[in-house]
């Protein structure tokens, strides 16, 4: 029979919300770089592309791995010497209640697992808003409805406590926090951290600690695990080579499960569920992970010195522009300075790409308040680069709404 009319292959439903903003953008940079413009990519958090190296010792110890013919699957939990690496890099943490550790293709994957393996349809889990959008991209795909909880742009963008209150229900099974966080770079406080644990404790949540930036600080606060403060709560503790070993592309991230025994047994076996089911991480690349945590970490002040210097600039210069400010950023390499424009941030970052050729990411791409408007800058290149990049912003800003 001839077929006369093309049937079109609808994608499911549920991925309608799902969205990913940091890349989602690059469309409309393909087109400028089509009209033959460079862009200056400030989206995406990747040191690797402003020339920070991974360094050499982990690149040998991959190398190695891939020579020795360590080429074929790893087990499902991840390899040996990688568990044993990140539980001893848990305890010098101040984790001390350690249930269980596993590898993942990157905290992407972590994610993607323990969010799976706790979450029922009708449930819901408090993300921070704004987040890292990769949490409600997941939570879109479960079908899952957005909770979210803010954080105080007042308060240096630490959680609004009264709001992550009013947001707990009895179909809320736990809580994301991002720390360092990502976009703000805010750094949590001890006593956040408590009272956090306070709540977790009395609604029975599971915690879900980011902490993929932990050892990026700028400033002289000291970072404190979640899990430490609060051995008795269930806790995920994420962690990867991404940031702190500045090798995303190796796609290495880790859980690590604290709690009570008993009670986290029956989510740590489904987490084995699905990492079996996903057979294992990438293999040669586990073999870095002993390494990055036990051998020389001289990598980390330099990279932070550049970083300080870098999130000065940003500072300072999004201060001076008139309409925008922004809380400086005490962890990881984002800021998200604050603009006070008449139109959606969206339009914003799309004619700083077509008339300025810099992309940043809209406020709206990781959720803010009502009447609020932002953009998330990747301070990761160097000074010239940010200040060449900070004057187009400078120019559009003045140009659409002086
Ligand atoms: N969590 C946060 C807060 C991040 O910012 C990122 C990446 O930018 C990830 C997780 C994902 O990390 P990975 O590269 O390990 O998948």
Not at 1 to 20: D, G, W
Not at 388 to 393: D, L, R, V
């Amino acid at each position: 029979m001839p077929i006369t009319q093309t049937r079109e292959i609808a994608a499911a439903s549920r991925l309608e919300n799902v969205r990913y903003a940091i890349r989602d953008l690059a469309c409309i940079a393909d087109e400028v770089i089509k009209q033959g413009h460079k862009v200056l990519p400030l989206n995406v958090g990747d040191p690797n592309v402003f020339g920070f190296e991974t360094p050499a010792h982990l690149v040998e110890a991959v190398y190695k791995a891939m020579r020795e013919n360590k080429n074929g699957y790893a087990p499902s939990q991840g390899i040996k010497e990688a568990l044993d690496a990140i539980r001893g890099e848990a305890a010098r943490k101040g984790i001390s209640n350690v249930q269980d550790v596993f590898v993942t293709t990157g905290v992407s994957e972590t994610v993607d697992l323990c969010l799976t393996a706790l979450l029922n349809p009708g449930e819901d889990l408090l993300t921070p808003c704004p987040d890292y959008p990769m949490y409600s991209a997941v939570l879109a795909k479960l079908g899952i409805p957005l909770n979210a909880y803010y954080l105080s742009e007042e308060d240096a963008w630490q959680p609004d406590l009264a709001d992550l209150k009013k947001k707990i229900s009895p179909r809320t099974r736990g809580i994301v926090l991002i720390n360092p966080n990502n976009p703000t770079g805010s750094v949590c406080t001890r006593k956040m951290l408590e009272e956090v644990a306070e709540l977790a404790r009395r609604h029975n949540l599971v915690v879900f600690a980011d902490e993929i930036y932990d050892k990026l600080i700028l400033d002289d606060d000291e970072h404190i695990a979640f899990a430490a403060v609060a051995p008795d709560v269930p806790t995920v503790t994420f962690g990867g080579l991404s940031k702190n070993y500045l090798a995303p592309g190796w796609r290495i991230g880790w859980g690590i499960v604290s709690g009570d025994a008993a009670a986290v047994k029956p989510y740590c076996e489904g987490i084995h569920r699905l990492l079996r089911a996903r057979l294992c991480a990438n293999h040669p690349e586990q073999y870095a992970i002993k390494p990055a945590l036990e051998g020389p970490q001289d990598h980390l002040p330099i990279v932070c010195q550049k970083l300080r210097s870098r999130r000065d600039l940003t500072v300072k210069t999004c201060n001076s522009i008139p309409r925008m400010s922004c809380v400086s950023p005490r962890g990881a390499f984002y800021a998200y300075p604050r603009i006070d424009i008449p139109e959606g941030d969206e339009v914003f970052v799309k004619e700083l790409i077509l008339q300025k050729h810099v992309m940043v990411v809209h406020g709206s791409g990781f959720g803010q308040k009502p009447s609020t408007k932002h953009f998330r800058i990747v301070f990761l290149p160097d000074e010239k680069t940010l200040a060449k990049a900070y004057a187009a912003i400078a120019e559009l800003m003045k140009e659409r709404y002086s």
